[in-house]
């Protein structure tokens, strides 16, 4: 039965690999500026963002305002993601908090150079996945970016010293501290519906500011949130599954 | 005409990578690559997006200094760049899960081989 499987795997290949190559002609023709995907919600989008959301970053505007329930939802799916591989793993029961003695410096490989290199360059990334976030209006970058960027400096910690030196993390804190990301940024949300606003919309923030430049402001408290997340997950993920058997 | 072919082209590199991750999961006995499979076809989808929100003669979504009125014609649309944004993070954390699910396989059964595995479940 499976070699038989196996056998005609090629088949529903096959007739993919026509479906796909055949179709690719009916696609609007690339780089066409007149393509129905540049056409309908996008040309406002690029007309108003500076404007309305004070983010000369379009991309940034659309992500942490105009489609913020979005990134709401994607936010709470990278959680629920850590949370899962911390529950698969059984690494949430309390016997099983943390790494036990044996495992506490498991997977490091610093030899003297690497360890002078990365002490030499992770300030310096930590930092520069600062300026990334809050950067994010006016250049590439965003939460999101800026989160990766931080969660790799930490993984790094870990990879060359293990995780006894770097940052005594375990996974129950990292899972609180994603967790606050996610309140973070509903309670940004929230703080507009006190002030008789709509959920997510940053207009009616209590902040001494106006019109774009008050809205930059939600969002860029809304991309500190998903910060906050994607660095704890990355973390976790890395640290669970590292964790090391006990079976 | 030339246009056409050139984004035809286009698509069907999105589309073969698209097809090597599709033949991976399906033909390969092993899941740790059945995994690795299933990311290039994340990318594949990533790279296809992309493709879509190009525009000939425009800029990245990112206002010039000095533009107060931007024109949508001279930026390249910042839509799919947002959805692919958010796709990259999330295949990230899928990625992992479906890691930590393996990682248990691993240490219930002693394999990642489908066949071994199935063997294993009788």
């Known amino acids: ?247 | 005409m030339e246009a056409e072919t050139l984004s035809v082209v286009n698509y069907w590199l999105a589309a073969s990578l698209f097809l090597i991750g599709l033949y991976g999961i399906l033909a390969r006995p092993h899941l740790v690559r059945k995994l690795m499979a299933m990311n290039i076809l994340q990318v594949a989808v990533i790279v296809f997006f992309i493709i879509l929100g190009y525009k000939s003669d425009a800029t990245p979504p990112i206002v010039r200094q000095g533009d107060e009125t931007p024109i949508a014609r001279n930026y390249i649309n910042p839509l799919p760049h947002t959805l692919m944004l958010t796709a990259i993070v999330v295949s990230v954390s899928t990625t992992g899960v479906a890691l930590a699910l393996l990682i248990r396989i691993h240490r219930r059964f002693g394999t990642l081989d489908e066949s071994e595995l199935i063997e294993k479940l009788k």
């Open chain 1, 1 to 247: 039965m499976q070699q038989l499987l196996q056998r005609i795997a090629w088949l529903p290949f096959v007739a993919a690999a026509a479906i796909l190559f055949y179709a690719a002609r009916d696609l609007p023709t690339m780089a066409d500026p007149n393509a129905p995907a540049s056409t309908h919600v996008s040309p406002r989008y690029i007309e108003s963002a500076l404007e309305e959301t004070g983010a000369s970053n379009m991309v940034t505007a659309v992500l942490a305002d105009y489609r913020a329930y979005d990134t709401l939802g994607e936010t709470v799916v990278i959680l629920t993601a850590g949370l899962a591989c911390l529950l698969v793993l059984g690494a949430f029961t309390p016997a099983r908090s943390g790494p036990t003695e044996k495992e506490a410096m498991p997977y490091e490989f610093g030899s003297d150079i690497v360890d002078a290199t990365s002490r030499l360059l992770i300030p310096f990334i930590i930092l520069f996945a600062l300026y990334v976030v809050v950067h994010g209006h006016t250049s590439p970058g965003g939460g999101f970016q800026g989160g990766a960027i931080c969660a790799a400096a930490i993984i790094l910690v870990r990879l060359v010293r293990g995780r006894a030196p770097g940052l005594k993390l375990l996974p129950t804190y990292t899972v609180a501290i994603g967790s606050i990301g996610v309140l973070v940024y509903t309670g940004t949300g929230l703080v507009s519906l006190f002030f008789e606003k709509n959920f997510l919309d940053y207009s009616g923030l209590p902040l001494p500011f106006h019109g774009g430049h008050l809205r930059e402001m939600g969002s860029l408290s809304v991309e500190t949130g998903v910060f906050i997340t994607v660095t704890a997950v990355m973390v976790l993920i890395f640290d669970v599954l590292t964790m090391g058997s006990e079976e």
